[in-house]
């Protein structure tokens, strides 16, 4: 497995890891014409404005195919914090390293960046995934009631600090 940053070639790629695992990880969230409407085109045209306007992201190919991707930049609602937008593993990767490796990535450019504290929003009824950010060092710290695709959700703030 390989970790880089990601171009504008990876668009497709990360629009196809994007659709696939909100499909697997929020099943029991979100109802099924959510999901299942879930379009991998609509998703590269996003990741094609990201990337283009210089979003910072990297994927984790396996055999190259992009298996993960993490999103991160500056806080959307805080001065001086940075935030992980988006890190998503592609179902058959769950459990494999991916995931750290790209958490890993997203360290790194928070320190690069001279960001003393992160964030993050996770789905509240999402164990795996808090699971894992309490691995990497990321701590619960409230949540909020937000509407996505239609569908009131909670989420929890984790935050990383020194």
Same mark, same amino acid.
């Given at each position: 497995?390989? #970790?880089?940053?990601?171009?504008?070639?990876?668009?497709?790629?990360?629009?196809?890891?994007?659709?696939?695992?909100?499909?697997?990880? /929020?099943?029991?969230?979100?109802?099924?014409?959510?999901? +299942?409407?879930?379009?991998?085109?609509?998703?590269?045209?996003?990741?094609?404005?990201?990337?283009?306007?210089?979003?910072?992201?990297?994927?984790?190919?396996?055999?190259?195919?992009?298996?993960?991707? @993490?999103?991160?930049? !500056?806080?959307?609602?805080?001065?001086?914090?940075?935030? @992980? &937008?988006?890190? &998503?593993? @592609? !179902?058959?990767?769950?459990?494999?390293? #991916?995931?750290?490796?790209?958490?890993?990535?997203?360290? +790194?450019?928070?320190?690069?960046?001279? &960001?003393?504290?992160?964030?993050?929003?996770?789905?509240? +009824?999402? !164990?795996?995934?808090?699971?894992? &950010?309490?691995?990497?060092?990321?701590? !619960?710290?409230?949540?909020?009631? +937000?509407? @996505?695709?239609?569908?009131?959700?909670?989420?929890?703030? /984790?935050?990383?600090?020194?």
């Amino acid at each position: 497995m390989t #970790v880089r940053r990601a171009e504008l070639a990876d668009a497709r790629g990360i629009a196809q890891a994007h659709v696939r695992t909100w499909q697997a990880a /929020y099943r029991h969230a979100f109802p099924a014409e959510v999901l +299942d409407g879930q379009s991998v085109e609509e998703r590269e045209r996003l990741w094609l404005d990201h990337l283009e306007r210089g979003r910072v992201a990297w994927v984790a190919l396996a055999e190259e195919t992009i298996v993960g991707f @993490v999103s991160v930049g !500056p806080s959307r609602t805080e001065e001086e914090t940075g935030e @992980v &937008y988006a890190i &998503y593993v @592609v !179902p058959e990767a769950w459990g494999t390293g #991916v995931g750290h490796e790209l958490m890993a990535a997203a360290k +790194d450019w928070f320190a690069q960046e001279g &960001y003393a504290t992160a964030m993050l929003w996770v789905l509240a +009824d999402n !164990p795996r995934a808090r699971r894992f &950010y309490e691995r990497e060092g990321w701590r !619960p710290e409230g949540t909020r009631l +937000d509407t @996505v695709r239609g569908v009131e959700i909670e989420e929890a703030l /984790y935050r990383l600090a020194p």
